[in-house]
């Protein structure tokens, strides 16, 4: 079974992709963090994210053994990420890796942007998952406070405001629902209740699919 998650930053998509992957037994892949490592790799190298030469040797050069860095969930790497995600060239630089991913036998859950949309348009479960962005800014600051950043929930939503427009806005692969996706709005759920939808999604679903 092969689930495709995808949404706006802060959304909860990735907590619910974790969860989904344990509770069915899914190898998982955070999407995100192959562009947050491309971005990371980018400054490491004192080179510019704004340029599609250096973030492409970046994204080709990626070591997936590295993604466990807990430097990819800071502020100035995620919105680095998205602007190195913006490339073309980036994309196709990490498509195989993520079809690759999705394909392997017994299924997978992955989650992103464009998991439905492009790199996985056959998968068997869409999930689209959103909040408002006052929601998804104060969550994220939230987040980020816990982890010693000075950030205000003001700042963090000028910030997504900006990420979403980007993401949504980009030429390639840009981030929208897929027309089979199903929609799970968590503005005013827990984890518990919004994992609890999900799953729900997901086995109704499932009951649809034909027999492996
Ligand atoms: O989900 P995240 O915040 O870790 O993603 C970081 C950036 O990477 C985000 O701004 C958009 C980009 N991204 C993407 O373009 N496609 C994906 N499948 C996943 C993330």
Not at 17 to 44: E, H, K, N, Q, S
Not at 100 to 105: E, L, V
Not at 122 to 132: C, G, N, P, R, T
Request: charged share 25%; with cysteine; proline share 4%.
């Amino acid at each position: 079974m092969l689930i495709a998650v995808d949404g706006p930053l802060a959304s909860g998509k990735g907590t619910l992709a974790r969860r989904l992957a344990a509770f069915y037994g899914l190898p998982y892949l955070d999407t995100g963090l192959l562009y947050r490592a491309t971005a990371r790799d980018v400054l490491a190298s004192g080179a510019d994210p704004h340029n599609e030469a250096d973030a492409v040797n970046a994204a080709r050069a990626l070591d997936i053994a590295t993604l466990d860095d807990p430097d990819l969930r800071t502020a100035r790497v995620g919105a680095m990420a998205s602007v190195v995600a913006a490339h073309p060239k980036v994309r196709t630089a990490l498509l195989d890796l993520q079809r690759g991913f999705a394909h392997q036998s017994g299924g997978a859950v992955l989650d992103g942007r464009d998991i439905g949309t492009v790199i996985c348009p056959d998968a068997d479960i869409k999930l689209w998952v959103e909040a408002s962005q006052e929601v998804r800014a104060h969550r994220r600051a939230k987040e980020l406070r816990a982890r010693g950043e000075t950030i205000t929930d003001a700042q963090m939503l000028a910030d997504l405001q900006e990420r979403d427009a980007r993401d949504a806005g980009r030429a390639d692969a840009p981030m929208r629902m897929a027309e089979d996706a199903h929609l799970l709005n968590t503005t005013t759920l827990s984890i518990d209740a919004a994992f609890e939808m999900a799953r729900q999604i997901v086995d109704a679903a499932r009951a649809e699919l034909p027999a492996d």
